[in-house]
């Protein structure tokens, strides 16, 4: 998909994963990479000069006293009227599947784990990795205490605003709840 002329975007926690048309951020520097920084410290990018940012499964690798601020950092890079769509795991789906009993819901194997009890707790702290969980209402809260406003839940591949783009680094659809939010 080609990027609209003008138009400056922010891939948040790429990752392995860069995006070509978008300025790549990672906490560790590799190939793809722009911006390689901890949020935290904040993020070597002009205010107001993003028009719309994605981040699929980066903000749950922050503790949850580092959220806020992180979310005040990508508020203050956005445009006025920029979009924030962030993909998140879904602790919601994850515990209805836990309570079903259906095993089939988590990814992983049983030969790393075999009970859901274990199941469930490996992937919701990715083996480690994730250190905060989110349900919708969690997210909305958290992003409307950062300045965001008209949060909405966003279903995957398909976004509630005019930058259609923002959907192209969507993944992890059967474990994320997709939300977007206006600066």
Not at 59 to 75: G, K, M, N, Q, S
Not at 99 to 119: M, N, Q
């Amino acid at each position: 998909m080609a990027i609209s002329p003008g138009v400056r975007r922010l891939q948040f926690g790429c990752g392995a994963f860069p995006a070509e048309g978008w300025i790549n951020s990672n906490l560790t520097p590799g190939p793809g990479v722009d911006v390689s920084c901890d949020i935290r410290d904040g993020l070597p990018i002009l205010s107001e000069s993003i028009q719309y940012i994605a981040s699929m499964h980066a903000l749950v690798e922050l503790p949850y006293l580092d959220i806020v601020p992180a979310l005040r950092e990508l508020h203050r890079v956005l445009a006025s009227g920029g979009v924030l769509r962030l993909g998140l795991p879904d602790l919601d789906r994850a515990i209805d599947a836990y309570r079903a009993g259906d095993r089939g819901y988590f990814a992983i194997p049983d030969d790393e784990i075999a009970s859901i009890d274990g199941k469930f707790v490996v992937q919701m702290t990715w083996y480690g990795t994730n250190l905060m969980m989110f349900t919708f209402e969690l997210a909305r809260e958290l992003l409307q205490r950062a300045g965001f406003r008209d949060v909405r839940r966003a279903e995957y591949g398909r976004t509630t605003n005019s930058f259609r783009e923002i959907i192209q680094l969507d993944n992890r659809p059967k474990e994320s709840f997709f939300v977007e939010a206006i600066k």
